[in-house]
């Protein structure tokens, strides 16, 4: 059976800053967050060996992007072969997009339960993690016909929606959807016939 390797990029210079990115194009990586794609590729690396067999996909965005781009290097695989889809986006932010979380929680309180790090409030204008996973179930239908291993490099939210699909989770209560336990940002999960093994805990948010 295929495995899948979920990734999440590195810390982007609007982590640093507090701000908001939900699918913003393009926010950078910091220098931190060039370390953590180090260490996935590492990981990646001891798991895998050089040039594997493994198909690489990612979310559009540039911070994604950009991991992948140090990851595929240390697998010794080509960057260019790498697909985008963009549904494999973060979760959608609308008019909170960009802006500081401190501003945010100043005008109508908490953005997200500080225990299970879920949003508790939907951003006007923005997606629900319903959209998130509708999304991503047509993704994952498309990919049904394929073989082999791949990773996919994501982000914080959806790739828990993502997580919590592969493994056929339940509707998280609070959420209407599938929702995995979080991962720190430069952390790889690893899952084969629904069961999930965390590779790599990375050191980011």
């Not at 990029?9 to 393009?26: P, S, W």
């Not at 991991?67 to 889809?85: G, K, P, Q, S, Y």
């Not at 508790?120 to 998130?132: F, H, I, M």
Request: hydrophobic fraction near 40%; proline fraction near 5%; aromatic fraction near 6%.
């Amino acid at each position: 059976m295929a495995r899948w390797f979920i990734a999440r990029h590195g810390e982007t210079v609007f982590n640093a800053a507090g701000r908001i990115q939900g699918d913003e194009g393009h926010t950078p990586l910091t220098r931190a967050g060039f370390a953590q794609a180090e260490e996935m590729g590492e990981a990646l690396r001891c798991r895998l060996g050089p040039k594997p067999p493994l198909a690489l996909w990612s979310s559009p965005s540039g911070r994604a992007l950009q991991t992948l781009a140090v990851i595929a290097e240390h697998l010794e695989l080509d960057w260019h072969a790498a697909r985008t889809d963009a549904r494999l986006r973060e979760i959608g932010m609308g008019e909170w997009s960009g802006a500081y979380y401190r501003d945010i929680v100043a005008e109508g309180g908490p953005v997200y339960d500080s225990e299970t790090l879920l949003f508790v409030r939907q951003a006007p204008g923005g997606e629900s993690y319903g959209d998130v996973a509708e999304r991503l179930r047509s993704w994952l239908g498309e990919r049904a016909g394929e073989t082999g291993d791949r990773l996919v490099l994501m982000h914080g939210m959806s790739s828990r929606v993502l997580r919590a699909l592969l493994k056929g989770a339940e509707p998280h209560p609070d959420c209407r959807a599938p929702v995995a336990a979080n991962l720190p940002q430069g952390s790889v999960a690893e899952i084969e016939e629904g069961r999930e093994t965390v590779l790599h805990v990375g050191s980011g948010r």
